[in-house]
C-alpha cells in the first residue's frame, strides 16, 4: 500500500479521499489555490501545499504545479478525484514519469475512453448496444445533415471529447441543424480544445442509468449495482439513487453483465462507471464509461456496505480485487441530493457568496458529504457543488421521505447566497417522480408547470 497520496482536488471530494486514505494509514497531501488557503481540506491533510492563484488552468489544472507539490512532498501517489485532471491520459503519463502512482485506468485507456466516439466503436466491438449514429465524427454540416436525415429526428449532438454533461445540442429539425452544429463545434473547441463531433439519436423519455464497476489489474472486474441519474439539468445531475427504480430485474443484470464486459474489453483498470440510456421499453444503450469516482458514489456505498475509496487505492496499488460479484448484496435504497449554490430562479445561475449560517442535517442514515462551514466563502471560481446529502432506508417510500427530513433541517444562508434545496424538493414532491417512472426530461417539465420555483 502507499506510504503518501497527494489529492490532486479540492472540495468535498477531496476531503472524501483524505479520510479513507487516513482509515488506511496512508498519510496525504492536500493541493489549495490561493483562493482555498482556509479551506478544510489544507486543515484535514497532514501536509498541505498552494499550487497557485484561483484560476484552475493555474492552480487544480496545472499538472506541472501538481508533480512539484508531489516531488517536495515525496508522494508516491496522486488521486485526482473528479473533474479537473481526473480523466487527462496525459497528465497520468507525466505521473507515470515522475515515479508516482496515478489512481485511476491507464492512460491508453483513459484516451480511447475519452474519445466518445472512439469508445462507441470499441463498445459496438464487445457487443455492447448502441443508439444508432455517427461511425464516425461528422466533419462538416453536410456530414452531419446525412446522418440526422438517416436517422431521423430529434438528433443530439456531442462533442466527441466531451464530457461533465457538457457540448450537447438536441436538435429537432432540419432548420436547426446548420446552427445547432456550428455552436456545438464552437463550444467544443472552447472547452475541450477539439472541435470533433458525432451525431446520434435522441430519445425523448430516456432514463440515464449507469453501473458502477471495479477492475484490477489481474483481469477481474465487478459491478456494484445501479444508479438512476435522470434528475438533470443542462445534463448536469442534482439527484441520484440506487438501485435504479421500476427496472425488470433480467434487464438490470442485462445491464450489469453488458457493463463489465465492456470494461474489461479495453483493459479498464480500477474505478468506473458505464452510464446507459434506458428507453420506455427499458432497452439500454451505451453512452459513456467514466474512467474516475463520481459525485454519486455515496448511495452505491450506502447501498452495498463498500467503500469505493478504500478499494480504488488497493487496485491502484497491485492488489487483486477482495470482493467477489456474489459478495456484492443490495439493501435498501439510498438517495443524493446535490446541494449547489446556484439560484434555479435565474436558470441555476452560480450565487456564490458567504456562509454565514451552515448547519448540514444528521440523524439515522443520513451522510453529508461538504467542506462547506460557518464563515466559509464559496468561490466563484469552481463547481458550484456545496454539498452532497444523502439517505439510506429499506424502501424507496422510505428513503424519500427521510431525504425531505434531511433536506428541510439544511441551514444554509449568507449575503448573495442562494442553494438548490428548494428545487430538489419539489423534485422529491413530483408524482412522477414518486412513482420512479420519470426520465431525463423532469427539469424541464417542472419548469414548464411552474415558472416559479417554490421555497
Known sequence: M??????????????????????????TVGVYSTADKDSLVRRYTDEAVCIGPPPPRRSYANAAAIIEAARMTE???????????????????????????????????????????????????????????????????????DIADAIGYPVIIKAAAGGGGRGMTVVRSAAQLATAFTDTRAAARAVFGDDRIYVERFLERARHVEVQILCDAHGGGIHLGTRDCSVQRRHQKLVEEAPAPELDPDRVAEMCRDAVRGALSVGFTGLGTVEFLVDEDQNHYFIEI????????????????????????????????????EDVVIRGVAVECRVNTED?????????????????????????????????????YYDS???????????????????????????????????????IKRVLADTEFRKGQYSTSLVDRLFTDSGKVRR
Open 290 to 325: 467514466n474512467s474516475r469516482i463520481q459525485v454519486e458514489h455515496p448511495v452505491t456505498e450506502m447501498v452495498t456496505g463498500c467503500d469505493l475509496v478504500h478499494e480504488q487505492l488497493h487496485v491502484a496499488a497491485g492488489t487483486a480485487l477482495r470482493l467477489r460479484q
Open 385 to 423: 457543488l456545496l454539498a452532497k446529502v444523502s439517505v439510506w432506508a429499506p424502501s424507496r417510500a422510505e428513503a424519500l421521505s427521510r431525504a425531505e427530513r434531511a433536506l428541510g433541517e439544511f441551514d444554509v444562508d449568507g449575503p448573495g447566497v442562494r442553494t438548490t434545496i428548494p428545487f
Open 344 to 380: 434555479p430562479d435565474r436558470g441555476f445561475a452560480p450565487a456564490a457568496g458567504r456562509l454565514d449560517r451552515f448547519t448540514p442535517p444528521s440523524g439515522p442514515f443520513v451522510r453529508v458529504d461538504t467542506h462547506g462551514f460557518p464563515g466559509y466563502r464559496v468561490s466563484p
Open 2 to 27: 502507499f506510504q503518501k497520496v497527494l489529492i490532486a482536488n479540492r472540495g468535498e471530494i477531496a476531503l472524501r479521499v483524505a479520510r479513507a486514505c487516513r482509515e488506511l494509514g496512508i498519510r
Open 75 to 145: 508522494a508516491d501517489a496522486v488521486h485526482p478525484g473528479y473533474g479537473f485532471l481526473s480523466e487527462d491520459p496525459d497528465f497520468a503519463e507525466i505521473c507515470a514519469d515522475a515515479g508516482l502512482v496515478f489512481i485511476g485506468s491507464p492512460p491508453e485507456v483513459m484516451a480511447s475512453l475519452g474519445d466518445k466516439s472512439v469508445a462507441r466503436a470499441l463498445m459496438r466491438q464487445a457487443g455492447l448496444p448502441l443508439l444508432t449514429g455517427s461511425a464516425d465524427v461528422a466533419r462538416s454540416i453536410a456530414d452531419a445533415r
